[in-house]
């Protein structure tokens, strides 16, 4: 371990095209042949200048605004990585057979995703709204299996799109995690909304982070800053190609200020996003610098 904060990948997860989908957002594609991936572990080992270029060359190519990108998509072509990742992540409906077989004897837990899974990827955080009919399938999932909902967004706020009281849910990246509110035949007795925030003492921390990036980020149209409490996530989702080494550069700043927090980068179509954060060690509560 060393004492630096880095970039963590995020693992971004491109749904497979055989699923039928219950919003209307294409299914994401790497942008181009290029190993979006190899090009983003490249980026993170430092912070210098030139992993800057690093930052905003891993935000291009995983821009659907790219013209690169655009293409792809409009041409529905899948790179190798892609591809691979699919071969190693088939769609659990066309191998459901197997999975019930695989199963037999074993508890299974249901873990899910919230943006770009659940609910459809917009331009506006606020108002990723999940539709009712996900919610009728979240609910009959949850009566039959423990389900909960791991998200990079404040555990609040997930909360308030999903509205499901019987489910677990994992907000700011897992340094927020709450059970149910609700009782189920799978937490009787534990159902007394069970806490875990091992990040606590970094409230205010995130807080200055979070102020500080609002206010250093004013200066670039459609950056967006949200407040995901044991979090402060960036977006660039609606920022010009041009501000964007600007904004790596913002960021970059900020994280040498406050070292002591680890840098996450949404990647691949769908995700347009910073995320500053706080990794605690589960066990002792402590901060693991890694
Ligand atoms: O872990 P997740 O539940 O997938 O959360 C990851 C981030 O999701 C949200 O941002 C993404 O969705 C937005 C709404 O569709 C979109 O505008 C943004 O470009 C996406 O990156 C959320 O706002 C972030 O805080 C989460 O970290």
Known sequence: MTKQSVVVPEVAVPMPHNTAPLFPYPPPRAASGVSVRKKYLQAQ?????GRINGWVESMRASSPTHAKAAAALAAGAVDDELAA????HPSALSKFEQI???????KIVVFLDYDGTLSPIVDDPDAAFMSDTMRRAVRSVAKQFPTAIISGRCRDKVF?????????????????IKGPAKASRHNKAKAKG?????????????????????EKTKCIPGAKVENNK???????RCVDEKSWSTLA???????????????????????FYFSFFVVADMCSHQTILC
Do not use: N
């Open 45 to 49: 080992l430092d912070l210098g200048a």
């Open 85 to 88: 990742w699919m071969v190693r």
């Open 100 to 106: 019930v077989a695989a199963s037999k004897g074993k």
């Open 160 to 176: 308030e799109f999903v509205k499901l009281a019987e489910l677990y849910y994992a907000g700011s990246h897992g340094m927020d």
């Open 194 to 214: 069970v806490l875990f925030q091992p990040a606590s003492e970094f409230l205010p921390m995130i807080e200055q982070v979070h102020d500080s990036l609002i």
């Open 230 to 236: 044991f979090c402060a996530s960036v977006h660039f």
């Open 249 to 271: 550069d913002i960021v970059k700043g900020e994280l040498k200020e406050y070292p002591k927090l680890k840098l996450t980068q949404g990647r691949m179509v769908r995700q």
